[in-house]
């Protein structure tokens, strides 16, 4: 059918994960955005024909924390590079007895509780409000699901990640009122991120990895680093086994997504077209081309 597509795979790899095997004609390259620079160079290759970026959201050698990744510039470097469909794999603390280390959650719902970072690429000159209700894509969660299960993970598919500024973990008392929130799992790194793939009209699914229970547990009063990167390194492997497993579930030719991330736009914009800054506009050309060349 004519509009189908030959679908691209992004994967943002998280703490721990700086690199992935398996690709076929890797190479790293470094990709120019008008939002500045990416985390790192973008690892491009293909795994049973599928193409596929990889970026390391910390850098190579986790140069990087949380507040300071240029999310924006990541998501338009995936966007520029012909991205259509994102997977995040992150590190998270737990929320809850029944997640413990160790076991994969695949997120769908967000508390955004940063509040030093750039969240949107639209602004003065050019406004749009697109909707996170669902931040993220169920087609592309189901998928990692249905991976997670071929390759026996521990998984539960459904829940709320707490994102906090950092790079401190967090009080006892935080820890505490974030679970009668009902949040299931914390982290640092999810937000902006997927508000900026929802905004780019790209498929986004987040698959956590649970690597400590927060201070929250009585009997783990305190997360360590040492600690989270112990089982990172378990988690690592698994985390690299899931995508090869899920890649030739996303990657065959397809529609239009079914959720309709890909038109997240359609409706989004608010800017008069004689109100809106060229300069703006200009910086747009990836995230926003589809609908501002077709105005
Ligand atoms: C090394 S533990 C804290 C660090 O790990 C998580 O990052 P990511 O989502 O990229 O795996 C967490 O959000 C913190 O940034
Ligand atoms: N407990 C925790 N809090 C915030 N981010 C984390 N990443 C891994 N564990 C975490």
Redesign the pocket.
């Known amino acids: 059918m004519s509009d189908q597509f030959q679908p691209v795979i992004g994967i943002?790899?998280?703490?721990?994960?700086y690199d992935i095997d398996g690709l076929e004609g890797r190479e790293w390259k470094r990709v120019f955005t008008p939002w500045g620079e990416p985390s790192d160079e973008m690892l491009f290759g293909t795994l049973g024909g599928v193409r596929c970026v990889f970026l390391p959201?910390?850098g190579k050698g986790?140069p990087l924390?949380?507040s300071a990744?240029n999310y924006r510039a990541n998501i338009d470097a995936l966007k520029r590079s012909g991205v259509t469909d994102v997977i995040?794999?992150?590190?998270?603390?737990s929320l809850r007895a029944q997640l413990p280390p160790g076991h994969f959650v695949i997120v769908d719902q967000f508390i955004d509780r940063t509040f030093a970072r750039e969240k949107s690429f639209f602004g003065p000159g050019c406004v749009a409000h697109v909707s996170v209700a669902h931040p993220t894509c169920p087609r592309l969660s189901d998928a990692a699901e249905a991976a997670g299960q071929e390759i026996g993970l521990p998984m539960t598919r459904g829940a709320t990640y707490l994102?906090?500024e950092?790079?401190q973990?967090s009080t006892k008392a935080e820890s505490e009122l974030y679970r009668a929130w009902g949040c299931d799992v914390?982290?640092?790194?999810?937000m902006p991120e997927a508000k900026l793939a929802r905004e780019a009209e790209l498929c986004y699914a987040s698959v956590?990895?649970v690597?400590?229970f927060d201070c929250w547990h009585p009997d783990h009063d305190h997360?360590t680093?040492d600690q989270?990167?112990k089982v990172?390194q378990g988690n690592a492997e698994k985390a690299r086994a899931l995508v090869k497993a899920l890649i030739p579930r996303i990657g065959a030719p397809r529609g239009a997504c079914p959720a309709g991330c890909d038109r997240a736009l359609e409706y989004a914009l608010i800017t008069a077209p004689e109100k809106r800054d060229p300069a703006l506009l200009a910086k747009l050309d990836a995230v926003a081309g589809r609908v501002l060349n077709a105005a």
């Open positions: 943002i790899g998280g703490s721990g994960i959201r910390h986790h924390p949380p990744l995040s794999l992150s590190a998270v603390g994102v906090m950092g790079p973990f914390i982290g640092m790194t999810n956590a990895m690597t400590d997360v680093v989270v990167v990172l």
